[in-house]
């Protein structure tokens, strides 16, 4: 019986040591360039899509344009890519001075950019988000304070557009109240 015992507790004992998994180090900190991610490439296929300033825009939520004063002709705009042009600057001020001193004073303002479907996800979420922090930028420039403001990309997945007229509408930043 001791014999027997003594047998399984060898057996166990080899069992477990074979089957014990290689510990496996912790990793290693990163090393070389450790920047933040820039814009990927766009695509080669899309270099003829032409984010043209013409067909982007910036949709401003009705309960924000009503309570600032702005007219649905004011409330969209064009924009070339990720750049926001200079006659836009009027709708940013009165964005700017609502959310600053007006009636949405100390409201949270929520930018949300998007992209249309041509481009590769990860170029698409960050050309949208590339979008939504240009617009922010100019909107403080023109006195909204920068904590007041937040952004995201949300890319190509809620783009709709099927062919140029409608991926004009999924180039945009939705501007709306936030939290």
């Known amino acids: 019986m001791r014999m027997l015992a003594i047998a399984t507790t060898l057996l166990t004992a080899t069992l477990a040591i074979?089957?014990?998994k290689d510990e496996v180090p912790p990793p290693a900190a990163p090393t070389g360039d450790t920047t933040a991610p820039t814009m990927p490439e766009q695509p080669a296929?899309?270099?003829d899509s032409g984010d043209d300033g013409s067909k982007g825009n910036?949709?401003?939520s009705d309960e924000i344009k009503k309570a600032c004063g702005i007219s649905d002709t004011e409330a969209f705009f064009a924009y070339d890519s990720a750049n926001v042009r200079d006659q836009d600057r009027a709708v940013f001020k009165k964005l700017a001075d609502c959310f600053a001193t007006g009636p949405l004073k100390g409201r949270q303002m929520r930018l949300v950019g998007h992209a249309d479907p041509r481009g590769s996800d990860e170029y698409n979420m960050v050309l949208g988000s590339?979008?939504?922090?240009n617009v922010k930028g100019a909107i403080v420039k023109e006195?909204?304070?920068?904590?007041?403001?937040?952004?995201?990309?949300?890319?190509?997945?809620?783009a709709t557009g099927t062919d140029e007229a409608s991926w004009a509408e999924d180039r945009r930043v939705d501007i709306a109240l936030g939290d």
């Open 18 to 20: 074979g089957c014990k």
């Open 45 to 47: 296929a899309d270099d």
């Open 58 to 60: 910036v949709n401003i």
């Open 130 to 133: 590339k979008r939504a922090e």
């Open 143 to 158: 006195g909204l304070p920068s904590g007041q403001a937040s952004t995201t990309s949300r890319g190509e997945m809620e």
